[in-house]
């Protein structure tokens, strides 16, 4: 499998600010990475597709002018929350679309960040 | 298109007794199925996958689940709980195109003891 980092794992913010996400690929290079989010006690919702070197791809509903990906390098995919509002406050999930060793994709999670904005 | 369907939103087992969650899924072709377990405030940990060999499965932690197409169910087993199972557990189904992946509502697990 793959491992995944996230940094930070917490952060706490002032509605109005912009808060930046980073999810790593810490043992392969990853071109496809995604993100998610998750409110408390629901299932993970898919916010977008990361492509390394080209445009994010971003499901429906999701203000891509809001969510900002950047993934400029085989190993780090970025989400820069702008704008901040509480109602962004959520757990964001990265992953990191890996293919093993049959013809079948996998994805591997991030441990998450806890974004609270007050 | 596809969707997945958690039959229950809570489960609670004693510790010692079995543990089945239960899963079906939606596929227009032969789907890939997983399950993944989420602990409090972390990211999720792959359990287990089907994708198209055997249909009985075995995953981490002595889970293990059955693939049954003429009922397009994926549940989730395993014999004896441990206080460590309590978590999150989500059945996900992955899409034609490959990528990107279909949750179901997920499955809280409580063990007591």
């Known amino acids: 499998g793959a491992v995944v980092s996230q940094h930070p794992s917490r952060v706490i913010c002032k509605s109005g600010t912009s808060v930046k996400i980073e999810c790593r690929s810490l043992?392969?290079?990853?071109?496809?990475m995604f993100w998610y989010r998750q409110f408390p006690k629901q299932s993970l919702m898919l916010m977008a597709t990361?492509?390394?070197?080209?445009?994010?791809?971003?499901e429906q509903g999701v203000e891509k002018d809001k969510f900002l990906i950047n993934h400029a390098s085989l190993t780090l995919s970025t989400l820069t929350v702008t704008s901040a509002h509480p109602e962004d406050s959520s757990f964001y999930i990265c992953?990191?679309?890996?293919?093993?060793?049959?013809?079948?994709?996998?994805?591997?999670f991030g441990p998450g960040t806890r974004l609270t904005v007050t | 298109a596809q969707s997945v369907t958690q039959l229950d939103s809570h489960v609670s087992v004693s510790e010692g007794t079995p543990v089945l969650l239960r899963c079906n899924y939606s596929?227009?072709?032969?789907?890939?199925l997983f399950w993944y377990v989420q602990h409090p405030n972390k990211g999720l940990q792959l359990l287990l996958k089907?994708?198209?060999?055997?249909?009985l499965v075995k995953g981490i932690n002595g889970f293990e689940a059955e693939f049954k197409k003429s009922e397009t169910s994926f549940h989730l087993t395993k014999p004896s709980a441990h206080m460590s199972d309590a978590a999150e557990y989500f059945c996900?189904?992955?899409?034609?195109?490959?990528?990107?992946?279909?949750f179901g509502g997920g499955t809280r697990v409580l063990v007591k003891p």
């Open positions: 992953s990191v679309q890996w293919r093993g060793d049959s013809l079948h994709y996998e994805q591997y």
């Open positions: 089907y994708t198209s060999a055997a249909t």
């Open positions: 990361s492509n390394e070197g080209s445009k994010a791809t971003y």
């Open positions: 596929s227009s072709y032969s789907p890939s």
């Open positions: 996900v189904v992955i899409g034609a195109a490959g990528n990107k992946l279909t």
């Open positions: 043992d392969f290079q990853a071109t496809t």
